[in-house]
Nanobody, 120 residues
């Protein structure tokens, strides 16, 4: 099985920045799309940003111009640079990857999440 672990969350004041990272482990033959999602208290999980294996990026309207997603295909990692943070960005952030692992089938994997809290 493939494991994903997020890091970099924390408490930051509005207008500040954080950089989230997601490391993968296990036997991985290939990774297709990767992305970041978030879930705020009392809300459903929502897409923040995605990036394809070729580097094409998509962002939620609420974060465009402020967040930047990137990946390192050699290391099988994905990062999210978050600038100009707002209190409404407060949520648990999860990384996601579609990967071909030891099961020899394409599956969707999720990390356990990292808390981001933005104070006003």
């Amino acid at each position: 099985q493939v494991q994903l672990v997020e890091s970099g969350g924390g408490l930051v004041q509005a207008g500040g920045s954080l950089r989230l990272s997601c490391a993968t482990s296990g036997i991985i033959f290939s990774i297709n799309d990767m992305g970041w999602y978030r879930q705020a208290p009392g809300k459903q999980r929502e897409l923040v940003a995605t990036i394809t294996s070729g580097g094409s990026k998509k962002y939620a309207d609420s974060v465009k111009g402020r967040f930047t997603i990137s990946r390192d295909n050699a290391k099988n990692t994905v990062s999210l640079q978050m600038n100009s943070l707002k209190p409404e960005d407060t949520a648990v952030y999860y990384c996601n990857a579609e990967a071909l692992g030891a099961s020899m089938s394409w599956r969707n994997y999720w990390g356990q999440g990292t808390q981001v809290t933005v104070s006003s």
